[in-house]
Every structure is written in structure tokens, then in C-alpha cells.
């Protein structure tokens, strides 16, 4: 059975079951090169994954979606039918929020206003192609619960909103999953007050430093370190965590949330902007942990949905007492949706006893290009130089400080580079960072990652059972051990943490090998991982793609398992 999992809002993306095995993944951005591509039903990463798949569209049995853009024409009815008669005369394929239809005609059955043969043939799907709609934050718990093999635990997500809601808790007892928190009864009821979303504060502060929301939240975690937290206990005390890890608010709405804060931030130096709204996304997370562990004891914690896209916030939670051990969902953002949609559609064919659960060995799940691909791509532009032991002459070139790019196989799900489309550098000077950003017309308060041997990974960083299966995905630092923060300046923040990939040889044998070849020459274990992207780009895709950006000089050479690729001059 073939289930494919889509998202149409933003962050847009698709991907693809066979059975219970996740064989391909696709984000829309990396196809249409429109950095978080969302609000487009024709997604291009449908056929992206199908072609993975080996498969066409008549050959899927089941699409599961979440409630976002679907076309008028897909609609048996709406809550505008007036203005909607004329808008489909207009334009049919003229998209429709689900949810908030849902919500304006009050009732939780997608199927009553639904057109399903009408959405059917929009997407080219066989007649008896089932079609699932999936809630959003138990399509984020989904993900994380898949890719765990705990008998126990607490899942939980938090973001900026998805179906009226901002959070959600579930435990996992008995073989059961449990709801505790963001029912879908929240879509017609606004239970959840937007104000009470710590995630949706930090994306208004993230927009008052001047950066973009839902993309640059980033920039704020790195800028922090730099900042005092001046304004951190008054943004907390707005948000009012009960013992029953309900998040209340001071405040009565979004608007009234981002009023307050622009108020709070009035004068303030962007570093203790950061500063602030890091520590009280911090605490206030902290504190909703701890009031859900109170209640529904578990030394396990998945987390899932944009907030957990901050990786200090995620250290500290792995710090808490009693915590054996933690697990972010890699693609933490809007863009794991359509993973979570294809899970829910197994629960409810098998059941969560049914799930076979397993943890992630890798994430590479978009199309294979090989390294023929690349070769055969290379114009007279460049040059391509074969090597018996591509690993060692990178190793060469990085230790007399060039700037090379790894293209090898199928690209990364998630927002993280991990080695399939990795930019690789020596981590042994901190001006490293400034000249790699500036090449690719980048601004970054955070240092880069640094990728680490399984064997090397305990020696260099804090890692230990609580840590290691999240620090596999980059979704978390770590400190960084004192004896190694001088030896790697590159890739140590100024608090003294890093966001360590372990890596193991049977994932990614190019990619460790190089690091093996480095260490053997320098005596270091680790090496600069930053994504194969220029600013304001996703990530690159194609050998294409990549070949493009060594020709504009964002690189000096790219690596794959052939040899190596320069520029003909």
C-alpha cells in the first residue's frame, strides 16, 4: 500500500509510505528554489516523491493531507457560498483554507464539505483512492512517535499555530497513545489563546530585530548569547503554565501579544531583544514541561513543531532531572507534516500497537543523484580530477584552508545539511565563519556545526545517552568539553556550546571518511558542516544546482565519490 502524506500551507512538502517504511521526502522549496514555499496545491513535490517511489499517482491508495489550501473547486460547500459561486466562475482552483471553513460552519467533518471525486481528479488520483485529513499537531506528535521505539514517554509540540491550537501533550502507556492536550475540538472552540504561544512571541521578536519571521528565528538564538536577557521575567510572567500544563495569557490576543512586546523591546538593543525573548522561551517552555511531567511522569521527551527548531531551548530540556533521554523530530517544522499525515493514516488502519516503530538510521530521502550525475553535469566551466581516495585530497584542501561541498546521493529531510549537501571546512579558525558567510552572502550571529565521528563524539562534546540519538540530526546542543573549545574555534559559540552531528561510517562513507582523513592530518575531530546554500536559498538540490554555485564561487571545489570538481580557471 502506497500512502502519501502532503502539507499545502507554508513550509509546503510531500511524502511518500510504502506500507509502514518511509521511502521518500520531499520539501516544495527545494524544487521551486522559493525559500519555505507554501500556500500552492499543485505541489511539484508530489511527482518528486512519486518518482522516488518509483510510482505515478493512480498508483496511491491513500492521501493523507493536513486541513490548509484546497482548491473552490474541491468544495461540495463553504461558508461563503455567494461570493464563492462567483469566485469559481472566476477561478476554480482558486485556494480555500480547510480549517477555516471547518471552523466558520462549525463542524469537525471534513467529509460533509469536502468534494472528494472533485479533489480526487485535481490530483490525479485513482476513484478509490482514500483521501484522510489530518489534524495538525497530532500530525506533528505522529512524526516523532514513528521514529522513537520507546515503550514509554511524553510527545509533545509546540509552534505558532496549526488548527487553532499551539500546543499539544501525549503520552505514550500501555501501548496506548494518550491525549492530554490540543484537542481537535480546539479548531471550533479557540480554546488555545494565541498569546499563550511562546513560539508565536519569539517569531513577533524575531520580525522587531528586523529579521523575517518563520524564517530567521535562528539568527535570534545565536544573536542571544551576545545580549542581557533585561526584559526575559516580565515576557514570562504573561504566560501562565497550570498544573495541568495549560498556557493561559495575561494578554487577550495576538495583536495585544505583539503590541506588548513591541513595548517591552522599545529601545532596546536587538542582542538584549535576543537575549530576552530567548530566556522566556526557555523558561516558560520549562516550566510546561515540568508542569506535564508533574502530572504524567516519563523520563522520555519527543518534541515536534517549530519552537523545537530551537536547539538551546531543546538543550535545556534535555537538562532537566530525570530525563533519559530526548528525541527532536528532524523535520521539526510545518515541513514534518506531511510525514505525520501518512502516519495517522496507518494508526488508523493498524492502531499505535500496529506501528512499526523504528529510530531514523538516516534522513536521506530525496532523489539519489550519483556522483555520474554531478560528473556527467560538469561543463567546460570546470574541471573534474579523479581520485583514488576522494576522502584524503579533501582533507588536503580543507587543511590548507579551501572550502569544499559535498553532492552524494539523496538530499537531507529536514532543515539541516548532513553530509548529502554539506558545505566542509576546517573548524580551526573562528574567522572561518566570516569568510564562508560573506562568500555566500550570509549574516549569522551562531557559529557553523560541526560533524563528529560516533568514536570521536563523547571526547570533544557533552553527549552521553540523553543526547545522542537528537545529536545525529543537528536538532540540539551541547557543551562543548574545555580542553576542544580553543582546538575548534569555529564551530564554539561564545557560551561555550556547538550543535554536533554524530555521524556513523555506515550512513554516509564519503562523509566520515573525509573527517578520518582530517584527523589523521590536523589531529581534529571535527569538521565545519554548514548547508550547501547562499543566503536566502533552500538548500541546494541538484548537481545542477551545485555545479552553479562552485561557478559563482561560494566554494572551491565540490567532492563526491569520483574525485573532484573545480572551476576550469
Known sequence: MYILGIHTGHDAGAALFRDQTLVAFCKEERLSRIKNQGGVFALASIDEVLRIGGIARRDVDVLAMTRIKIPLCAYKRTSRPAK??????????????????????????????????????????????????????????????????????????????????????????????????????????????????????????????????LRHEGKITGLAAFGKPTAAALIQQQFLVRDNGHIDSTLKDEAALKSFLQATFAGMSREDVAASIQVAAEEVTLDWIRALRKRY???????????????????????????????????????????????????????????????????????????????????????????????????????????????????????????????????????????INKRLDRTEFMPFAPYVRDVDAEAVFEIDERNRYACRFMTITTNVRPAWQEEIKAVVHVDGTARPQIVYRDDNPLYYDILTRFKELRGLPCLVNTSFNAHEEPIINTPHEALQALADNRIDFLVCDRGLIFRAD
Not at 128 to 136: G, T, V
Not at 162 to 177: I, M, N
Not at 365 to 382: I, K, M, N, Q
Not at 408 to 414: N, T
Request: proline share 4%; aromatic share 8%.
Open 84 to 213: 464563492d459561486m462567483i469566485d469559481r466562475l472566476r477561478d476554480g482552483k482558486r485556494l480555500r483554507n480547510l480549517y477555516r471553513e471547518m471552523y466558520r460552519l462549525k463542524t469537525l467533518d471534513e467529509m460533509s464539505i469536502v468534494d472528494l471525486p472533485a479533489l480526487r481528479k485535481e490530483l490525479g488520483l485513482r476513484a478509490d483512492a482514500a483521501i484522510e485529513f489530518c489534524n495538525h499537531h497530532k500530525s506533528h506528535i505522529l512524526g516523532s512517535l514513528m521514529f522513537t521505539d520507546w515503550a514509554e514517554g511524553l510527545y509533545l509540540s509546540y509552534d505558532g499555530g496549526g488548527d487553532h491550537a499551539y500546543y499539544s501533550a501525549y503520552e505514550l502507556k500501555d501501548g496506548q497513545l494518550v491525549q492530554h492536550l490540543g484537542e481537535d475540538e480546539i479548531l471550533l472552540t479557540e480554546a488555545q489563546n494565541p498569546a499563550s504561544s511562546i513560539a508565536l512571541a519569539y517569531a513577533h521578536a524575531t520580525e522587531i530585530c528586523g529579521f523575517t519571521p
Open 297 to 435: 511522569p516519563s523520563t522520555r521527551i519527543a518534541l515536534s513543531g517549530g519552537l523545537f527548531a530551537n536547539v538551546r531551548i531543546n538543550q535545556r530540556v534535555a537538562e532537566l532531572e530525570g530525563i533519559e533521554e530526548i528525541f527532536i523530530f528532524p523535520a521539526m517544522g510545518d515541513e514534518g507534516l506531511p510525514v505525520g499525515c501518512a502516519v495517522e493514516s496507518l494508526v488508523r488502519r493498524h492502531g499505535v500497537s500496529g506501528l512499526q516503530r523504528q529510530r531514523f538510521k538516516h534522513l536521506y530521502y530525496g532523489f539519489p543523484y550519483t556522483s555520474a550525475d554531478l560528473v556527467d553535469a560538469a561543463d567546460e566551466r570546470f574541471r573534474f580530477q579523479p581520485e583514488s581516495d576522494p576522502a584524503l585530497a579533501t582533507a588536503r584542501l580543507v587543511t590548507d584552508g579551501l572550502v569544499g561541498a559535498i553532492v552524494e546521493g539523496a538530499m537531507e529531510m529536514g532543515p539541516r545539511a548532513l553530509g548529502a549537501r554539506t558545505i566542509v571546512a576546517s573548524p580551526e579558525k573562528r574567522e572561518t565563519n566570516d569568510s
